[in-house]
């Protein structure tokens, strides 16, 4: 089925596959635009992958801040098989100490599951807790009410009016195909801050 093999594909490059440090080239013209040391020092590389044709590596990288992620807050570095970078896309944040407003939930991820339930699949219960990853940032949960799909609640940090606030990233899947939901709820207040669509997305790529 094609929005399987999709969104396998885009669970697989939501893997954090290892920690690595920018080229130094890209990492001091970085600096220059305004990026500190602290901005930095603590990506981890999403995907990396070469293209056959022409041999160009695309490696995307993850904006931190003490290990929790910033929802799209993307490096994607394309170079050429000698190390030359031929292009750049940057969307990752600066002074990341200034910007967030907290490192620790008041929220449970099962608190932060259950309202997001409440509004894409009224009546269907909260799961238990089955599984963590990622030093506990990434709570998984029972997968039977969900067609054995995936259910992870991550600690992420949302941009919203020039800060990064911090949230939990619901995701789950609806059975009847119609959604694959990830939704960010304040890890403080609860407040829902943004959704996104996998479905929507693969259908309209």
Known sequence: MLLRSLSSVLLFSAIQLSAQRLPEKVAADLRLAGFHENDLGDLVVKDNYSTAH???????????????EVWNGDIAVHQLPN?????????????????????????????????????????????PRIGVEDDG???????SAFAGEKVAVQLVYQPKDGS???????????????HWWNVRVDAITGEELDRNDWVVNCGTA
């Not at 022409?54 to 929790?68: D, L, P």
């Not at 259950?114 to 909260?126: E, H, I, N, Q, Y």
């Not at 990064?164 to 119609?178: C, D, E």
Request: hydrophobic share 40%.
């Open 54 to 68: 022409n041999g160009v590596t695309h490696t995307f990288f993850r904006q931190r801040w003490q290990g929790i």
């Open 83 to 127: 190390g030359e970078v031929v292009k750049l896309n940057n969307g990752a944040f600066t002074a990341l100490e200034k910007r967030v407003n907290a490192t620790l939930p008041v929220l449970t991820p099962e608190t932060a599951l259950s309202t997001v339930l409440a509004k894409t699949m009224p009546g269907t219960r909260t799961p």
């Open 137 to 143: 940032r990434t709570v998984l949960f029972e997968t």
């Open 164 to 178: 990064l606030r911090l949230a939990w990233n619901v995701n789950h899947f609806v059975p009847n195909g119609s």
